[in-house]
């Protein structure tokens, strides 16, 4: 398996421009999740996904910020209009849900550079 | 709400020292405990984990054991190796729930 795929690895925009990262789970895993890493505040989830459905966004942080995963092997993560503040490494991960330990996968991020 | 706390860094070290790093945790009931490891430019990796009480998780020279009347799960490595520097996350799941609480990273530097 390819493992999580994340797109793009590298992004740069400037302030108010949408952007848009993508993501696709490991095949036949039914949970995804969406984490935001920066040096001040660590990693943080953002929102999960079970079965396509979003189960909880309480850590999106405003309304700039939107999640979709319109199926099980693809996710977006939006962000309109960008701020600097946004700049951030931004990770997918994927995981198997069971009754166990759940053990995630993680992509190898997307950087952003929000100017 | 449940939480992770480790040790901050950066924790340098020779190469053939002996590594900890402290983790507690903060949960209600009997969650899973994992370590990660991120290697520049990287994503996290799995390390090991632990699901209950007394459990030993151990990988590539690595350990940890659940201590839950300390509410710790610190990690031990007896020999280092440069290939060894990295950030280490300390993480629990809530025992009915899906999304890991990491800690705030630990950075190791071994130096040859």
């Known amino acids: 398996d390819a493992g999580v795929i994340q797109s793009p690895r590298h992004e740069v925009t400037e302030m108010g421009q949408e952007v848009t990262l993508r993501c696709k789970p490991i095949?036949?895993?039914?949970?995804l999740f969406w984490y935001r890493q920066t040096m001040m505040r660590g990693l943080e989830l953002l929102i999960y996904f079970n079965n396509n459905v979003p189960i909880d966004d309480s850590g999106m942080p405003e309304d700039r910020f939107s999640a979709k995963m319109p199926n099980a092997s693809f996710s977006t993560l939006k962000i309109q209009p960008s701020e600097p503040r946004d700049s951030a490494v931004y990770f997918c991960?994927?995981?198997?849900?069971?009754?166990?330990?759940?053990?995630?996968?993680f992509g190898a991020g997307s950087r952003l550079t929000v100017l | 709400g449940d939480s992770v706390t480790q040790m901050e860094g950066p924790v340098t070290l020779s190469e053939e020292a002996f590594l900890t790093i402290n983790c507690t945790y903060t949960a209600t009931g009997y969650p899973s405990l994992f370590w990660y490891v991120q290697y520049p430019g990287e994503g996290l990796q799995l390390l090991l984990k632990a699901t209950k009480a007394d459990d030993k998780g151990s990988n590539k020279g690595f350990e940890a054991t659940y201590r839950k009347e300390t509410t710790s799960f610190h990690l031990e490595k007896g020999s280092v190796q440069v290939s060894d520097s990295a950030v280490y996350f300390c993480?629990?799941?809530?025992?009915?729930?899906?999304?890991?609480?990491f800690g705030g990273g630990t950075r190791v530097l071994v130096k040859p």
């Open positions: 993480a629990l799941m809530e025992a009915a729930g899906n999304k890991l609480t």
């Open positions: 095949s036949g895993h039914n949970s």
């Open positions: 991960a994927s995981s198997l849900l069971s009754s166990g330990a759940n053990v995630l996968t």
